[in-house]
């Protein structure tokens, strides 16, 4: 999820800040023999998405992701498969704060990593698993870290804490409103958390998983609490995985672009296209020349939108489309979520044909295999009307012929043209 347009601005002035990623969990809550943080969700391993959070954040130096051993060439294919950036990947030990400590230790010992990372001076952790982190959280933590040495994340508790008796019976319970679930992220300044970790003792390695109460105890370092959103939920069971995929999903429909040229007909699909859906989900609408003005297109990607209609009044316009397509890059928005690009083809003439070109066909979908692999998806509608049909832009009387396809299209050994499938009528 994109940072409010509030949180842009609240950057710490700090250099730099580092991440560490704890992933060495094995999922037995979970069940089932692949670790929580290897789990697909929407395709895609949870912990990607997490590192995704980290990674969007400019201020964010390196991403430290700790594995077991036996997971280290799992997580060296998922770095390469999505192409993250500015991670580095440790063996864990086998508990949490052994993993965490690990971690710490590639900014101060060489044995650790193939080369020695700058020390930042205040160190984000976070689990893995908790992949709906937002830059706004991220920020007050490391800030309120700057000043206290220590920050964590907190949310009210769900539900009464009780104590039992050695006999099994209720022994007391908590008064709810005095308490707090502590939660993710977490900050601290290195040179604090680095220290408790040294002095701690094998049962605190082995038997605690609070940092917080690490910092307090070896190094006297009283942690702000910070109030953290709804969604810093950890995925420990099987619901959860439901959960964060209805979440992703969720994210991904809430908005849709639609762009299109300055043409008369073409904006007037740009129309008819934004009042079919404004009653569904958010909708903007706008009608611009890619090659003239951006500005405004970079506003609406600064935004929470992940889907975009561009309406073209010629047919295949791939150089206008990797423009589109370098824009979209350049706004980081595929960084955390995929991107649905689907290219509207308007074509009024006098004679409707569904040919195209092998040659033509070859270069589209191999500009869509390569835009895929940016995690942008490429999708296409042919609308063909004849031209002595229409009244105006969009007659009512007009018939049209459409053509739908996917130019990203997987399946091997398809015939030439059956990206094609779908043609018919349809009344504008």
């Not at 580092?18 to 023999?33: D, F, I, T, Y």
């Not at 009780?162 to 908590?174: E, K, N, T, V, Y």
Request: hydrophobic share 40%; aromatic share 8%; charged share 25%.
């Amino acid at each position: 999820m994109e940072p409010s347009p509030g949180s842009r601005d609240a950057r710490p002035a700090v250099t730099p800040v580092a991440a560490v990623l704890p992933a060495g969990g094995s999922g037995e809550r979970l069940g089932g023999a692949t670790p929580k943080q290897f789990c697909a969700v929407q395709g895609r391993p949870l912990v990607s998405y997490t590192v995704r959070a980290m990674e969007r954040i400019s201020w964010i130096a390196d991403i430290i992701v700790v594995v077991s051993p036996e997971n280290i060439e799992i997580m060296k294919s998922i770095v390469e498969r999505y192409g993250h950036k500015r991670v580095t990947i440790v063996k864990g030990g086998i508990t949490r704060h052994r993993s965490i400590f690990n971690g710490l230790k590639v900014f101060a010992e060489n044995k650790f990593s193939n080369h020695l990372l700058q020390k930042p001076e205040v160190v984000i952790i976070h689990d893995a698993v908790r992949p709906f982190v937002e830059e706004d959280i991220l920020s007050k933590v490391v800030m309120a870290a700057k000043e206290h040495g220590a920050a964590g994340a907190i949310r009210p508790l769900v539900s009464t804490v009780i104590a039992s008796a050695a006999d099994g019976c209720l022994d007391h319970s908590l008064e709810r409103a005095r308490y707090r679930a502590s939660e993710m992220p977490q900050a601290f300044l290195f040179d604090i958390i680095y220290e408790a970790y040294r002095q701690c003792t094998d049962y605190d390695l082995d038997y605690g998983t609070e940092c917080l109460h690490l910092a307090l105890k070896y190094c006297k370092t009283n942690a702000k609490l910070v109030e953290g959103t709804a969604d810093l939920w950890k995925v420990t069971y099987k619901r959860d995985l439901y959960a964060a995929e209805s979440i992703i999903k969720d994210n991904l429909s809430q908005q849709v672009c639609v762009i299109t040229d300055v043409k008369e007909a073409v904006a007037q699909v740009g129309f008819l296209l934004h009042e079919c859906l404004k009653s569904q989900i958010k909708v903007e609408a706008i009608s611009i020349s890619l090659s003239k003005n951006d500005s405004y297109l970079q506003n609406i990607f600064s935004g929470q939108c992940y889907n975009f209609v561009c309406v073209k009044g010629n047919k295949y316009a791939i150089q206008e489309t990797q423009q589109l397509v370098d824009m979209l890059e350049k706004s980081n928005i595929p960084l955390l979520y995929p991107v649905v690009l689907i290219l509207v083809h308007l074509d009024i003439s006098e004679n409707i044909s569904f040919s195209i070109g092998m040659e033509e066909l070859t270069r589209i979908k191999k500009f869509a295999r390569e835009v895929k692999k940016k995690n942008i998806f490429v999708y296409g509608l042919l609308i063909q009307y004849k031209k002595h049909h229409l009244a105006g832009p969009f007659a009512a009387s007009g018939d049209s012929k459409f053509c739908c396809c996917s130019y990203h299209g997987t399946n091997k050994g398809q015939k030439p043209g059956a990206d094609w499938p779908a043609v018919g009528s349809m009344r504008p």
